[in-house]
């Protein structure tokens, strides 16, 4: 079973930037598909980015498309959510999960889940 723990979040003010890291440990990563999450105050879970095994079909939820790209060094089992311009309705607990073989995994099926890091943004 893969550990995943995600670094990085911290208080920013709106329309600065902070890139998340996910480091695995456990086994390599680099078959499967990996996905960022997060979970706002009184809000469901919902997705922000996926990749592919190999890094190169990526997808993103309308409301961080443009602003955060997710990247993965499958040398180092790490993946990145870099995130732009960020807005306070960005604040979340984020977390990233591993996924399957392919991008196509439904949002369901990711596992692993790390214990996420919080992100808050001040107006």
């Known amino acids: 079973q893969v550990q995943l723990v995600e670094s990085g979040g911290g208080l920013v003010q709106a329309g600065a930037s902070l890139r998340l890291s996910c480091a695995a440990s456990?086994?390599?990563?680099?078959?499967?598909?990996m996905g960022w999450f997060r979970q706002a105050p009184g809000k469901e879970r919902e997705l922000v980015a996926l990749?592919?095994?190999?890094?190169?079909?990526?997808r993103y939820a309308d409301p961080v498309k443009g602003r955060f790209a997710i990247s993965r060094d499958n040398a180092k089992n790490i993946i990145y959510l870099q995130m732009n311009s960020l807005k306070p309705e960005d604040t979340a607990v984020y977390y990233c999960?591993?996924?399957?073989?392919?991008?196509?995994?439904?949002?369901?099926?990711?596992?692993?889940w790390g214990q996420g890091t919080k992100v808050t943004v001040s107006s």
């Open positions: 999960a591993i996924g399957g073989r392919l991008i196509t995994t439904p949002a369901s099926d990711f596992r692993s």
């Open positions: 456990g086994r390599s990563i680099s078959d499967y598909a």
């Open positions: 990749i592919s095994n190999g890094g190169v079909f990526t």
